[in-house]
Structures are given as C-alpha cells and as structure tokens.
C-alpha cells in the first residue's frame, strides 16, 4: 500500500511563508504524479499544484501559479513552497498520488495538514 504524510502547516501572517512537505512510503514512485490540494470550510477539495514524477512537469491552478512552488526530491517527499501567503489560502492541504499508468484520478491521498493565514 501507498502512504502519504503531510507535515508543515501552520498559522502565518498574510505575505507570510510556509513549505509543506509530503513524505511518500512506497516501493517506487515511478510513473506516478504527485499532487496537492486543499480544502477550506465549507467547500469542496480543490486542485493546487501537480509534478510528474520522473519528468518534473508541473501544473498549479490559477490562483496559486507565481506564489506556489511545487518539487520534489530523491527521497520520496514532495513539497509545497507557498509564499506570498493570503487569508483566501486557508485550507486543509492534502497530498496524493495518481499512478499514471493505471489511473485516471488521484488514488492515495495524505491525511492533511492546517494552513491558516490570518492577521
């Protein structure tokens, strides 16, 4: 089985900085994606940002794209670098794992972490 551990939020000031990291236990991540998204009160999960893998191809959701850093390194860990952070932030960060070769939709997901931005 794949897990998936969030580590890295916290309460910031906005224009603050966080970087969440998401340490993967499995044989291999080969051939898979790594993604984050997140979940503010009251609506649904949303997309952040998106690396392949073996390519490091990345993709980020608009409202995040030149704040948002998403990379990985050899270790099986993938990170989340936000700066520039807003109140409108504020989520429940998740990661998860889509294995590109069998499926279409992320399958593993991470249980969480708390990013709260506020003054």
């Known amino acids: 089985q794949v897990q998936l551990v969030e580590s890295g939020g916290g309460l910031v000031q906005p224009g603050d900085s966080l970087r969440l990291a998401c340490t993967a236990s499995?044989?291999?991540?080969?051939?898979?994606?790594l993604g984050w998204f997140r979940q503010a009160p009251g609506k649904e999960r949303t997309f952040v940002a998106s690396?392949?893998?073996?390519?490091?191809?990345t993709s980020y959701e608009e409202t995040v794209r030149g704040r948002f850093t998403i990379s990985r390194d050899n270790a099986n860990t993938v990170y989340l670098q936000m700066n520039s952070l807003k109140p409108e932030d504020t989520a429940v960060y998740y990661c998860?794992?889509?294995?590109?070769?069998?499926?279409?939709?992320?399958?593993?997901w991470g249980q969480g972490t708390q990013v709260t931005v506020s003054s």
């Open positions: 499995a044989r291999t991540l080969r051939d898979t994606t």
């Open positions: 998860a794992v889509r294995r590109d070769a069998y499926s279409y939709t992320y399958d593993h």
């Open positions: 690396i392949k893998w073996e390519s490091f191809e």
